[in-house]
């Protein structure tokens, strides 16, 4: 299910055919105006999980504000900061390239508001 800030349209139409097998069809149809945002924080997994070298990491945001997402390894070293911005209310993704470092495991941490939440991923080489 998904949840839509915004307007929607919403029609309802019927179709008689003449063939006597389909005497009548429905279908719903929902248009969509404005752009999707999202009503909930979230951290999804990266995509590829394992990879090598890059993956992407999928996040949303429903209200402005500054947002930071960075790689840790798996002592809690700082690796790289991929986001540290103002962001406008959306959906985001963003590719890391790991190709300079080492097989493991990392963490990467998003920080947006109140909101901070963190996922494992795993670079295999």
Do not use: H
Not at 42 to 49: G, T
Not at 55 to 75: A, F, S, W
Not at 79 to 108: D, H, P, Q, R
């Amino acid at each position: 299910m998904t949840s839509v800030n915004g307007e929607a349209n919403y029609a309802l139409a019927n179709i008689i055919s003449d063939n006597t097998t389909l005497a009548k069809k429905n279908f719903n149809k929902v248009n969509f105006t404005g752009s999707e945002i999202p009503v909930n924080y979230d951290l999804a997994q990266n995509f590829p999980n394992p990879f090598n070298p890059s993956t992407t990491i999928r996040y949303q945001i429903p209200q402005d504000g500054i947002v930071t997402l960075k790689i840790y390894d798996i002592l809690g070293s700082e690796v790289t900061t991929l986001v540290n911005e103002e962001k406008l209310a959306g959906k985001y993704e963003v590719n890391f390239n790991a190709s300079s470092l080492a097989s493991g495991v990392y963490i990467y941490k998003i920080q947006a508001g109140s909101f901070i939440s963190s996922k494992k991923m795993m670079l295999l080489k």
